[in-house]
């Protein structure tokens, strides 16, 4: 974990942060009444956005759990957000308590709350990075000290890269991230999209760029290319809950309707 002290991170409370509105969509504390205004704007828009984030969550768990059957023992998590159990060091380790998981996350909340990412089984071990997606480098570097990169790694990209603009180049920083891991790698994503809700999804993005936020929503296809070069599992691209339901729980109104984000997991061959 990084030398910083949490009470001493600044924390801005003037513009909403992502991670912190998330937290408020399921229904935790660990958010400002700016992350909560935008939050009320947002479901002004689209009323199952808490449903989202759940449906979000549930993914992980499943495609955490099928990674840990397949053998796999390293996790990187890019993106964390604030801890909601159970996290994905604790599905992960309940398949396998030797497995090894990395947190990574650029929000000082996150940052505070580490101590609980921090909480693993006597054989495996977990660490926190302080750090952004968009520096791959120093994500990797950090990463080293506690995976070891010549096993396979599984990348978890869950609910982050709509906040990567294209201009971040964030095809590109996957293929950075993807590049140092070994053969037998996964990649685990998550985004969300406006193919279903494209006028609803524009007001969104506005508003939340008077806020200073990026919302980079992208298409099916825009989405399938970061996987370029990977073996997809099966069933590939899905809408995030149609992502092999049957290894989770159901989340209450995710059948309301299409939940407007796609889901997939590939291997790197």
């Known amino acids: 974990m990084t030398g910083q002290d949490p009470t001493t991170v600044g924390i801005d409370t ?62 990187l998590d890019i993106g964390t957000g604030i801890p909601t159990e159970p996290n994905l060091h604790q599905v992960a380790q309940s398949v396998a308590p030797e497995t090894r998981v990395v947190y990574c996350d650029n929000d000082p909340v996150v940052l505070a709350h580490a101590a609980a990412l921090l909480r693993s089984t006597p054989e495996g071990a977990t660490e926190y990075l302080q ?55 996964y990649l685990t994503m998550t985004h969300a999209t406006a193919d279903f809700t494209p006028e609803d999804s524009a007001a ?23 996987f370029d070069g990977l073996e997809l599992v099966d069933p590939g691209v899905q809408i995030v809950h149609q992502w092999h339901p049957e290894l989770g729980e159901p989340v209450p109104g995710q059948d309301d309707g299409v939940i407007p984000g796609y889901a997939a997991v590939a291997r790197k061959p």
């Open 14 to 75: 003037s513009r909403p942060h992502p991670a912190r509105m998330y937290d408020w969509y399921l229904g935790g504390k660990d958010n400002y009444p700016v992350d909560e205004e935008m939050g009320r704007q947002m479901l002004a828009l689209e009323p199952r956005v808490p449903v989202m984030a759940r449906v979000n969550r549930a993914f992980m768990h499943r495609a955490t759990r099928w990674l840990a059957h397949q053998g796999v023992r390293q996790f």
């Open 131 to 185: 750090a952004d997606v968009r520096d791959p480098a120093a994500i990797v570097a950090g990463a080293r000290k506690i995976l070891d990169f010549d096993r396979p790694v599984a990348l978890s990209l869950v609910a982050l890269l709509h906040f990567v603009s294209d201009t971040d180049g964030a095809h590109d920083l996957v293929g950075r991230l993807l590049s140092a891991l070994p053969s037998g790698s």
């Open 204 to 226: 969104a993005t506005a508003k939340l760029k008077a806020a200073g936020v990026t919302l980079a929503l992208r298409s099916r296809d825009e989405f399938s290319r970061f």
